[in-house]
């Protein structure tokens, strides 16, 4: 069967607009209900309770927060607002719309005629560049015979200007509603034609009955004949004068020459209409399964049920469109990689506010068991953190654990209280005559050398523990950034031409590796562009802490002078061969490498090389990355800082604990400020079972190697 033929057969959209298609469909929809009006589309739209519950169920879902999250170790979320699709999704899918207004209007069209569609701008990579609202009354979906897999769809769309475009189905987000085929949704105003009939039905007698209606309110009846017109005209007219208005609603009226006054009500099947109008609201609202007081139909609500009837109308009306679009978006904009620790979610906490009171015991009593911070808390409310002491999380002081016994007494030793309030920014209880130097004294320096030493030692190690945080939350992004990318790419290039019976055409593949290491060498020339913005502000503020910490432990804070130490900073990241650099060649390296083992002799799948090559990545590059930044840096920043502002003439390696044999010869070492511990290039630990170190680099200071926790100290005085 040809293409167009079975376009005909298998058309699944009963809005399709084209040529003889378009002439079925209209006399399709003019048909008549049993009421005697005929439901299209528009003249849904134009009735009250149907505009009303559409509306209702568009505005509510755009108007949450659509927010793209990253999973962390431990079960645990964070928002992902490095991945390219976080600002699509959150603020501005295209140059001409906001994100509400994108999911308004594919909202409505879902909600209204069962299916939803958006237009993928795509990349040379299959990065989404934006996405454009189609709509469904121009869509036919078609499966496509000459599809990849079986039931592949395509989508025929017509332009306003009649011309037709035929669309693979990666370039369509099709959102469905409840449905049979697992194709296309069921129309709701198809579906729901009788009752949409009966409410338009209620609204047009309405509206003819108060515009045409001739019976009057009040009539004056008399025994007497009046054949002057006159006469009655003036009889109206005197009785309008005194009685009519609402300032004249309630005098009392005296009748003269045996007049009667008679009221004439609505008659019992006029009586009738207000009831069938009420039972159309409760009908249409059944059918979108929505609590009538959504759509302003109050009767049977009272203040101590409202509340409730929001929370269902959260979980059982709105919740299955919310599923339906987070669901949607991850499958068709997120490739089968990054689903594995990205996920697309609404943000219902807005919907759920109780009354203030409510609220405030349910924080009270969350913080009390620790499950919230001031700052959560205060997040929550929309307002400011106070600071970092508003993260701590607090539990009643009462609590401990099961078969324990708390501790009692003790306190913290003077050097523990100096590091707590060089580092942390705060007195520590100190034991009595210990006090700390008052205000504006600088502090001495401590009084022998070895002291000295030791005091910048565990200021070092403090000040890694407390930025190890922030530098890998650069670091994930960082990372993140490029498993997304260079993902996507792999996807695109490595899996052209054909594949017969399991085997690769190794042709097209050459083809697709050629255009897919020409796509990495130009991802990774303005990469370190990225890793500078992401790195530099941290390491700057871990260089700015160092200085901070070390001007005080050597009594002389003055003579750090920040703006050569944010030029070193710079320099050690930007520069040439600086870290940024580094990172991103190694990065390309390693990829260059796998193709290059996939390619040769016995080699396999190209592509699930990438793939495995990038979840080690995933498993442990992030990790990797964060050690090397925190030892290394803060080794080069303190380095810089004791040899240009305090003169250090030499330095002495310094080993820790369970070491490597390679510190452990390293250990003690000593070297001029100009010197190396270990040159580039040169053997070290010839006689190390597993054979000697040769670092690429000169070794000046920390790491020696990867996962080294080493130390270079001064020698003062020495």
């Given at each position: 069967?040809?293409?167009?033929?079975?376009?005909?057969?298998?058309?699944?959209?009963?809005?399709?607009?084209?040529?003889?298609?378009?002439?079925?469909?209209?006399?399709?929809?003019?048909?008549?209900?049993?009421?005697?009006?005929?439901?299209?589309?528009?003249?849904?739209?134009?009735?009250?309770?149907?505009?009303?519950?559409?509306?209702?169920?568009?505005?509510?879902?755009?108007?949450?927060?659509?927010?793209?999250?990253?999973?962390?170790?431990?079960?645990?979320?964070?928002?992902?607002?490095?991945?390219?699709?976080?600002?699509?999704?959150?603020?501005?899918?295209?140059?001409?719309?906001t994100s509400v207004e994108l999911r308004e209007t594919v909202g409505g069209h879902l909600v209204a005629r069962g299916n939803?569609?958006?237009?993928?701008?795509?990349?040379?990579?299959?990065?989404?560049?934006?996405?454009?609202?189609?709509?469904?009354?121009?869509?036919?979906?078609?499966?496509?015979?000459?599809?990849?897999?079986?039931?592949?769809?395509?989508?025929?769309?017509?332009?306003?200007?009649?011309?037709?475009?035929?669309?693979?189905?990666?370039?369509?987000?099709?959102?469905?509603?409840?449905?049979?085929?697992?194709?296309?949704?069921?129309?709701?105003?198809?579906?729901?034609?009788?009752?949409?009939?009966?409410?338009?039905?209620?609204?047009?007698?309405?509206?003819?009955?108060?515009?045409?209606?001739?019976?009057?309110?009040?009539?004056?009846?008399?025994?007497?004949?009046?054949?002057?017109?006159?006469?009655?005209?003036?009889?109206?007219?005197?009785?309008?004068?005194?009685?009519?208005?609402?300032?004249?609603?309630?005098?009392?009226?005296?009748?003269?020459?045996?007049?009667?006054?008679?009221?004439?009500?609505?008659?019992?099947?006029?009586?009738?209409?207000?009831?069938?109008?009420?039972?159309?609201?409760?009908?249409?609202?059944?059918?979108?399964?929505?609590?009538?007081?959504?759509?302003?139909?109050?009767?049977?609500?009272?203040?101590?049920?409202?509340?409730?009837?929001?929370?269902?109308?959260?979980?059982?009306?709105?919740?299955?469109?919310?599923?339906?679009?987070?669901?949607?978006?991850?499958?068709?904009?997120?490739?089968?990689?990054?689903?594995?620790?990205?996920?697309?979610?609404?943000?219902?906490?807005?919907?759920?506010?109780?009354?203030?009171?409510?609220?405030?015991?349910?924080?009270?009593?969350?913080?009390?068991?620790?499950?919230?911070?001031?700052?959560?808390?205060?997040?929550?409310?929309?307002?400011?953190?106070?600071?970092?002491?508003?993260?701590?999380?607090?539990?009643?002081?009462?609590?401990?654990?099961?078969?324990?016994?708390?501790?009692?007494?003790?306190?913290?030793?003077?050097?523990?209280?100096?590091?707590?309030?060089?580092?942390?920014?705060?007195?520590?209880?100190?034991?009595?005559?210990?006090?700390?130097?008052?205000?504006?004294?600088?502090?001495?320096?401590?009084?022998?050398?070895?002291?000295?030493?030791?005091?910048?030692?565990?200021?070092?190690?403090?000040?890694?523990?407390?930025?190890?945080?922030?530098?890998?939350?650069?670091?994930?992004?960082?990372?993140?950034?490029?498993?997304?990318?260079?993902?996507?790419?792999?996807?695109?290039?490595?899996?052209?031409?054909?594949?017969?019976?399991?085997?690769?055409?190794?042709?097209?593949?050459?083809?697709?590796?050629?255009?897919?290491?020409?796509?990495?060498?130009?991802?990774?020339?303005?990469?370190?562009?990225?890793?500078?913005?992401?790195?530099?502000?941290?390491?700057?503020?871990?260089?700015?802490?160092?200085?901070?910490?070390?001007?005080?432990?050597?009594?002389?804070?003055?003579?750090?002078?920040?703006?050569?130490?944010?030029?070193?900073?710079?320099?050690?990241?930007?520069?040439?061969?600086?870290?940024?650099?580094?990172?991103?060649?190694?990065?390309?390296?390693?990829?260059?490498?796998?193709?290059?083992?996939?390619?040769?002799?016995?080699?396999?799948?190209?592509?699930?090389?990438?793939?495995?090559?990038?979840?080690?990545?995933?498993?442990?590059?992030?990790?990797?990355?964060?050690?090397?930044?925190?030892?290394?840096?803060?080794?080069?920043?303190?380095?810089?800082?004791?040899?240009?502002?305090?003169?250090?003439?030499?330095?002495?390696?310094?080993?820790?604990?369970?070491?490597?044999?390679?510190?452990?010869?390293?250990?003690?070492?000593?070297v001029a400020s100009s010197g190396v511990f270990i040159a580039g290039g040169e053997a070290f630990g010839d006689d190390v079972?597993?054979?000697?170190?040769?670092?690429?680099?000169?070794?000046?200071?920390?790491?020696?190697?990867?996962?080294?926790?080493?130390?270079?100290?001064?020698?003062?005085?020495?």
């Amino acid at each position: 069967m040809s293409l167009f033929a079975k376009a005909i057969v298998e058309r699944r959209d009963l809005d399709a607009s084209s040529g003889w298609d378009r002439y079925i469909k209209g006399i399709l929809n003019q048909l008549r209900t049993a009421s005697g009006v005929s439901v299209t589309p528009d003249a849904a739209m134009r009735v009250g309770v149907f505009f009303a519950c559409v509306r209702l169920l568009a505005e509510d879902e755009a108007k949450l927060p659509l927010v793209t999250y990253r999973r962390i170790p431990g079960g645990g979320r964070e928002p992902a607002p490095d991945f390219y699709l976080y600002d699509l999704l959150h603020r501005s899918p295209n140059p001409r719309m906001t994100s509400v207004e994108l999911r308004e209007t594919v909202g409505g069209h879902l909600v209204a005629r069962g299916n939803g569609f958006i237009y993928k701008v795509l990349d040379g990579s299959g990065r989404i560049l934006s996405m454009w609202p189609l709509r469904p009354d121009r869509m036919e979906v078609l499966e496509d015979p000459f599809g990849r897999d079986p039931g592949e769809l395509i989508y025929r769309y017509t332009l306003p200007n009649g011309e037709q475009r035929v669309f693979p189905s990666d370039w369509i987000i099709h959102l469905r509603g409840f449905g049979n085929d697992g194709i296309s949704g069921y129309s709701p105003i198809t579906q729901a034609r009788e009752a949409i009939g009966a409410a338009a039905a209620a609204e047009k007698y309405a509206a003819s009955f108060f515009g045409n209606d001739a019976t009057p309110r009040l009539v004056l009846k008399t025994k007497k004949s009046y054949k002057d017109e006159n006469a009655i005209k003036n009889i109206r007219k005197s009785w309008e004068e005194r009685f009519q208005g609402i300032d004249r609603r309630h005098l009392i009226a005296i009748l003269e020459e045996d007049m009667d006054v008679e009221t004439i009500g609505l008659s019992p099947e006029d009586s009738q209409l207000l009831t069938t109008r009420e039972f159309s609201v409760e009908d249409i609202a059944r059918w979108f399964r929505l609590p009538p007081h959504k759509v302003g139909h109050l009767k049977r609500s009272t203040f101590s049920n409202i509340e409730h009837q929001s929370l269902e109308y959260l979980t059982d009306s709105l919740l299955p469109w919310l599923v339906r679009w987070e669901q949607r978006l991850a499958l068709d904009c997120l490739t089968e990689a990054e689903r594995r620790t990205l996920f697309v979610e609404h943000k219902v906490e807005g919907l759920l506010r109780a009354d203030f009171k409510t609220r405030m015991d349910g924080y009270r009593i969350a913080r009390e068991m620790g499950l919230m911070s001031v700052n959560e808390i205060r997040q929550l409310e929309n307002l400011n953190p106070i600071g970092p002491e508003g993260d701590v999380h607090h539990v009643p002081l009462n609590w401990i654990e099961l078969g324990t016994t708390p501790e009692l007494g003790g306190g913290s030793s003077s050097r523990t209280a100096e590091l707590l309030r060089l580092v942390d920014g705060r007195n520590a209880e100190l034991p009595p005559g210990d006090d700390p130097a008052p205000a504006g004294r600088r502090s001495p320096a401590p009084a022998t050398r070895d002291a000295r030493e030791d005091r910048l030692v565990e200021l070092r190690l403090r000040l890694r523990k407390r930025f190890r945080p922030l530098i890998r939350k650069a670091s994930q992004e960082i990372i993140n950034r490029e498993l997304a990318d260079v993902g996507r790419a792999a996807e695109k290039f490595l899996t052209r031409g054909a594949r017969d019976g399991g085997k690769i055409d190794r042709l097209f593949m050459e083809r697709g590796r050629t255009e897919f290491q020409a796509w990495l060498e130009e991802f990774y020339r303005n990469h370190p562009t990225f890793i500078r913005d992401k790195l530099l502000p941290v390491l700057r503020a871990f260089a700015e802490a160092i200085a901070d910490a070390t001007g005080e432990a050597m009594g002389d804070p003055a003579a750090i002078n920040e703006e050569e130490l944010g030029a070193f900073v710079e320099d050690y990241l930007s520069g040439d061969n600086g870290r940024a650099e580094w990172h991103s060649g190694a990065a390309v390296a390693q990829l260059f490498r796998v193709l290059e083992e996939a390619f040769g002799e016995g080699g396999g799948d190209p592509l699930e090389a990438i793939r495995e090559k990038l979840e080690l990545w995933r498993e442990g590059r992030v990790d990797q990355m964060t050690e090397t930044e925190v030892v290394r840096g803060g080794g080069a920043f303190f380095v810089f800082m004791m040899n240009e502002f305090y003169q250090v003439q030499k330095w002495r390696w310094r080993a820790f604990g369970e070491n490597c044999p390679y510190c452990s010869r390293l250990d003690g070492k000593v070297v001029a400020s100009s010197g190396v511990f270990i040159a580039g290039g040169e053997a070290f630990g010839d006689d190390v079972e597993g054979g000697p170190l040769v670092p690429s680099f000169n070794v000046r200071h920390e790491p020696a190697h990867g996962g080294c926790d080493c130390m270079v100290v001064p020698e003062i005085g020495g």
